[in-house]
């Protein structure tokens, strides 16, 4: 299973930006997804989750209200739709996968820890300027 995320950039604080995330090798309407993002000099942290037929899904707390997770099983594609960007959104971002199918069964603990992901994208740069 191969996972590619693409679309960051540099946007200007309070712009948008979309995050796919193609995966490939595997049978993506198995697999709950998630992002996660890492800063300069911080730990990996949660973003988002959905469920493998995208009616369930959860957000990191910073990110609720302006992020929003998406899924495409007919493209094999995951999404991330940010709105309302701020500096402090600036990171890495990579998507996940996980092949239980079981995302969200055993509750936050469980979804928004990267040992649950089998499988990682290569990570895609998010820069908001103020």
């Known amino acids: 299973v191969q996972l590619q995320a693409s679309g960051g950039g540099l946007v200007q604080a309070g712009g948008s930006l979309r995050l796919p995330c193609g995966v490939s090798g595997g049978t993506f309407s198995n697999y709950g997804m998630g992002w996660f993002r890492q800063a300069p000099g911080k730990e990996r942290e949660f973003v988002a989750a959905?469920?493998?037929?995208?009616?369930?899904?959860y957000y990191a707390d910073s990110v609720k209200g302006r992020f929003t997770i998406s899924r495409d099983n007919a493209k094999n594609t995951v999404y991330l739709q940010m709105n309302s960007l701020k500096p402090e959104d600036t990171a890495v971002y990579y998507c996940?996968?996980?092949?239980?199918?079981?995302?969200?069964?055993?509750?936050?603990?469980?979804?928004?820890?990267?040992?649950?992901?089998?499988?990682w994208g290569q990570g895609t740069q998010v820069t908001v300027s103020s």
């Open positions: 959905i469920s493998r037929s995208g009616g369930g899904y």
């Open positions: 996940a996968a996980d092949i239980s199918g079981n995302l969200f069964y055993r509750g936050s603990a469980y979804y928004t820890a990267q040992p649950t992901y089998d499988y």
